[in-house]
């Protein structure tokens, strides 16, 4: 019986340091709002911290870590491949305007 205790303390002080650091890579995010980054760098700054709290996430709270099928790595990876494929979309339909124009809100 003791030994089922141990290790339910044992993840439970796992779920209470990934909170701490989910709440201070939270403020890290905010505090980094406060920089005056250019806008590339602002966004790239604001992926990495929010990358590394989902990964967080998805190890821990998902139970992720401690899985044994590779299969699922697999898709996690493959995600983040297409993630990134989505992400780069746009910057590659922005960069065939022609030069001098000016980009406007609609209103």
Request: charged share 10%; aromatic share 14%.
């Amino acid at each position: 019986m003791s030994d089922a205790h141990a290790d339910v303390s044992k993840h439970v002080k796992t779920y209470i340091a990934v909170f701490a650091t989910l709440a201070t890579l939270t403020v890290i995010t905010v505090w980094a709002s406060t920089w005056h980054f250019s806008h590339p760098v602002a966004i790239a700054v604001a992926l990495a911290i929010a990358s590394v709290k989902a990964t967080l996430v998805a190890t821990i709270f998902m139970h992720l870590k401690w899985e044994k099928a590779g299969n699922i790595w697999f898709v996690i990876a493959l995600t983040a491949v297409f993630f990134v494929f989505l992400v780069t979309i746009p910057s590659l339909v922005h960069s065939d305007k022609p030069m001098g124009t000016v980009f406007t809100s609609w209103g």
